[in-house]
């Protein structure tokens, strides 16, 4: 059984890793994000005691997929926050670094494989390892379990409206109504990291400008979606 649960929160940050003077964040967390929340909540630990960079739960995420819907509409507020100037403290013991956040984010998302039920589980007890976050520590996060469910689709539909990101693939791109869609947005994320938290996998996705519209699309054999409140889901590959 997979398991579904939405979250939410005043703020999120989701880095996009090629910014440096600034911060500039995704609108949706990336999947390497939500592997994060999974750890945390489950408590699995990183030992970043041992090294600052670790990120040994990832050996905990092998043959777990998630799916991930935005629920609201993309808000953005920008603020300027202080950093300890480890570098040279001589010269100014501050640097002030813009940072882009998304205001009041709130998303749904869904996991299937080896760790859904434990999850669900500890979830439905209101039982979090590590405090929950939108992509970074101070943006702390309220999750809301909305419980378990069999992932099943409807074969006999000849156009589906698909509520959650979207791999791109050649086959995406040629059964997408485009027209009908009026407006898809796409980004390259981090998809996987290895045990020192560097990129080893990034994928591309696509999701609709508007969550209320969705991407309309014709289904083909290989897409792995499944029926969930009058729209379609689709499932992002297995870590």
């Known amino acids: ?28 967390p990336t999947p390497t994000s939500v592997a994060g929340l999974i750890a945390a909540i489950l408590g699995f630990e990183n030992n970043s005691n041992e090294h600052s960079a670790a990120s040994f739960y990832w050996r905990h995420m092998k043959g777990t997929r998630i799916a991930i819907q935005r629920l609201n509409h993309t808000s953005w507020f920008s603020a300027a926050l202080n950093f300890w100037n ?14 882009q956040f998304v205001r009041n984010p709130h998303y749904r998302i ?18 979090y390892y590590y405090t ?24 006999s539909l000849d156009e589906i409206t698909v509520h959650s990101v979207l791999p791109l693939s050649t086959q995406a791109e040629s059964h997408i109504n485009f027209l009908g869609t009026q407006g898809i947005m796409k980004d390259t994320f981090p998809f996987r990291l290895d045990e020192k938290r560097q990129v080893i996998e ?11 519209r969705g991407i309309l699309l ?9 029926d969930y ?5 689709v499932w992002l590959p297995s870590w």
């Open 229 to 233: 409140q009058g729209g379609a889901i």
């Open 110 to 127: 869904f996991v299937d494989g080896n760790l859904s039920n434990r999850l669900g589980n500890q979830m439905a007890d209101g039982q």
């Open 86 to 99: 480890t570098k040279n403290p001589q010269n100014n013991i501050h640097n002030q670094i813009s940072h």
């Open 132 to 155: 929950p976050c939108l992509g970074t520590a101070y943006a702390l996060a309220e999750p809301k379990y909305l419980g378990e469910f069999n992932p099943t689709k409807t074969s």
């Open 1 to 28: 059984m997979a398991i579904a649960f939405e979250i939410k929160g005043p703020i999120a940050l989701y880095r996009k890793p090629y910014t440096t003077t600034s911060t500039v964040s995704f609108p949706i």
């Open 218 to 226: 014709q289904p083909w054999e290989q897409l792995d979606y499944f």
């Open 202 to 212: 990034s994928i591309t996705l696509l999701y609709p400008s508007s969550p209320d």
